[in-house]
């Protein structure tokens, strides 16, 4: 069990003591039948915990959680079993990429569990699958299934938190400005292309920090690199971390620009597996000393009080 999930509330409130718990079911034996109507169904601006209890079945729906919700639990009855899926694409009527979310998070202090959130639409576009606009986001056991652009982390200053979850895709599926934080999770590349798509603002520390990490790949695909910056000041880190053989020599790729090689900001330390290998790393990427690998705690990262991640 790695650090993360050993914090203690050390600046925990009163608050959230009364905790509801709403049941939804495509069967009809809960209180609504689409988890659209029970987040329409919450308080706004709620100081106690509801949770959204919904049970396996496949929720075919766009599902925008509005920014006056939260304190809400989503929990899945199973991870493989509860699934939220949509399949918009950018080339739908010109749609564009923000607009092709199956889940929109723009609430705060939400956490979801045990549950599969999907975009399905065929490889013709950016799909987005999960949408983040809101900030002390936690997500455990859950997958993120689609292609290209699978999590879009939407907003700067925004923090993130994804501990045992499956995340896939093919081209940038993990992109956005938030800082977030991946522990324990697996991240599977569907076709040779790039993993992370970062846009950290130039005045935030960290953007993307994956420890404990396992990045796999499906048959045949073998060169895919650890990120490209989105904007010049982007941040993705890799500490200790199974690097499947799928991850090319130069690990990092500058968007075919030379002038995001001065400052985009992209590290490594104490990788293991076939990929891990940095003599081959594109000369403007770094590794990290011991001492810089341990300022990636949770406390700094997230930069303040750490009451909303998840004990143990």
């Not at 495509?26 to 915990?49: L, P």
Request: proline share 2%; glycine share 8%; with cysteine.
């Amino acid at each position: 069990m790695k650090t993360i999930l050993f914090l203690v509330a050390f600046c925990a409130s009163a608050s959230a003591q009364q905790q509801d718990t709403i049941v939804v079911a495509r069967d009809g034996t809960g209180k609504y039948r689409s988890i659209q109507e029970a987040v329409e169904g919450v308080r706004a601006f709620m100081d106690y915990t509801v949770t959204i209890y919904i049970k396996n079945g496949l929720y075919k729906e766009k599902v925008v959680i509005p920014s006056w919700v939260k304190n809400v639990e989503f929990v899945g009855e199973s991870t493989e079993g509860t699934v939220i899926t949509y399949d918009d694409h950018a080339n739908i009527n010109k749609m564009g990429t923000f607009r092709t979310y199956t889940v929109k998070v723009e609430g705060s202090s939400i956490t979801f569990k045990n549950l599969t959130i999907e975009n399905n639409a065929a490889q013709l576009g950016q799909a987005v699958a999960l949408h983040t606009e809101g900030d002390k986001l936690v997500f455990i056991n859950c997958r993120f299934l689609g292609n290209q652009d699978t999590i879009y982390t939407g907003a700067e200053g925004t923090r993130l938190l994804f501990t045992h979850c499956y995340i896939e895709g093919t081209t940038d599926f993990i992109f956005g400005p938030s800082t977030a934080l991946f522990e324990d999770c697996t991240i599977h590349s569907k076709r040779n292309s790039y993993v992370t798509a970062a846009s950290t603002p130039k005045d935030v520390e960290f953007g993307y920090v994956f420890k404990n990490c396992k990045l796999t790949a499906a048959s045949g695909v073998d060169k895919v690199y650890l990120g490209r910056p989105w904007r010049p000041y982007a941040s993705a880190v890799f500490i200790h971390c199974e690097l499947g053989g799928h991850i090319c020599l130069a690990g990092w790729e500058n968007w075919k620009n030379p002038e995001n090689e001065k400052t985009a900001r992209y590290a490594e330390y104490d990788n293991t597996g076939a990929g891990a290998d940095t003599a081959g790393r594109v000369k403007w990427s770094r590794q990290l000393s011991k001492k810089e690998a341990l300022r990636y705690s949770a406390e700094n990262i997230f930069k303040s009080c750490t009451e909303w991640l998840p004990a143990e």
